[in-house]
């Protein structure tokens, strides 16, 4: 009987050594910056999929999400990154962080929404958020303004103080819309534009929402934000409109990456196709049209028909690799009307 009980201790003990009894063996660290009211329907579709992987999730910004990952580079707490800017993503995979894997169903995603530079992918997108301009149809007229369709408009003397926009180092959404600019001027005219912008900006947000949560309260007329929260809001019955600027919207794709570990778990592997199965893409399509794969869905009203035309030809290559130059550039100018940090 004792030998029985040694054997199976040592049995037990041998499986606890491997992980194959671990208590966190089916847990993984997923490192976010997709919305919060996005994740309160993708996460039940998942733990109803996979009721066996315990999903620890870290949401925030773009910026504090990558901030957060370029950090702990040394000693990496995610397992995957699930729904984070693409230009982030290219930025850590230079510093080696990104571990290859092509999940399953990685031949429907659409060419220039995943890594084709290597033979394992680095990086998988699922969907892109795009530029929107946000306008409050009380606040609006109120001050005698009528609602910008362009970014020529926007530095018009009659915007001064009425507009808000994310802070590009710490938003995406932010970001993506100083990429656009500087891609579509070229940059000697573009941060002559933002300069101008600049003089009619009343404040810089944290987080690329925020502009469009602060039109729908009427706490300013106007915000540049991403389309979809602008359509968020006013489907929740707030008075406000969205338009997307004639020249182009700018536009960020959000994707997935595996972490480079010493010990990568199978099942961020698993939570990785998932995250582009047909079943994510329908979820994600249902309020982002422009999603990686042929998935097919009418446009949400206001969108155009065909979604793609609103977007500029975005350089995402170029974006990573002058993020921080950009970043560094806009700091020095115009980070003095940035939002307190909370």
């Known amino acids: 009987m004792i030998r029985k009980y040694l054997t199976l201790l040592v049995a037990t003990m041998m499986l606890l050594a491997t992980g194959a009894l671990s ?31 315990k999903l620890n999730l870290i949401r925030d910004s773009t ?11 040394d000693n990496p707490v995610a397992d995957v990154v699930w729904g984070t800017a693409a230009t982030s993503l290219l930025v850590a995979n230079e510093m080696g962080m990104l571990a290859g894997y092509s999940p399953k169903g990685i031949e429907k995603v659409r060419q220039g929404m995943k890594d084709t530079r290597n033979q394992e992918a680095r990086w998988v997108g699922i969907k892109a ?8 149809t009380i606040e609006m007229p109120a001050k005698k303004l009528t609602m910008p369709q362009s970014y020529a408009d926007l530095i018009k003397p009659e915007y001064r103080g009425a507009l808000v926009m994310p802070n590009p180092a710490s938003s995406g959404t932010g970001f993506l819309t ?11 005219e573009g941060w002559r534009y ?33 389309a979809y929260r602008g359509f968020k809001q006013r489907d929740s019955g707030e008075p406000v409109t969205v338009a997307f600027p004639t020249e182009g919207s700018g536009y960020e794709v959000e994707a997935n990456a595996l972490i480079r570990k010493p010990r990568i778990k199978p099942e961020a592997k698993t939570f990785l196709d ?11 399509a249902r309020v ?29 290559e170029w974006a990573a690799k002058n993020r921080q130059r950009i970043l560094n550039e806009w700091t020095r100018r115009y980070d003095g009307k940035s939002q307190p940090r909370g």
């Open 63 to 73: 910026g504090i999400i990558t901030a957060k990952l370029l950090a702990e580079k």
């Open 288 to 316: 982002y049209p422009i999603v990686a794969t042929d998935i097919r869905v009418g446009a949400p009203k206001g969108w155009p028909t065909d979604p793609m035309s609103v977007l500029i030809n975005n350089d995402l």
């Open 129 to 136: 958020y795009v530029t929107g301009i946000v306008g409050n």
């Open 23 to 53: 208590a966190t063996a089916a847990e993984i660290t997923v490192y976010t910056a997709l919305e919060d009211d996005e994740l309160a329907v993708y996460i039940p579709a998942f733990e109803k999929k996979h009721p066996n992987i």
């Open 274 to 284: 998932w995250a582009i199965s047909d079943e994510a893409m329908a979820m994600y």
């Open 178 to 188: 100083v990429s656009a600019i500087l891609q579509l001027m070229g940059e000697e």
């Open 194 to 226: 933002l300069d101008k912008l600049h003089q009619n900006i009343a404040m810089y947000t944290h987080s690329g929402s925020a502009p469009a949560k602060m039109a729908g309260k009427g706490e300013f007329p106007i915000g540049l934000s991403f």
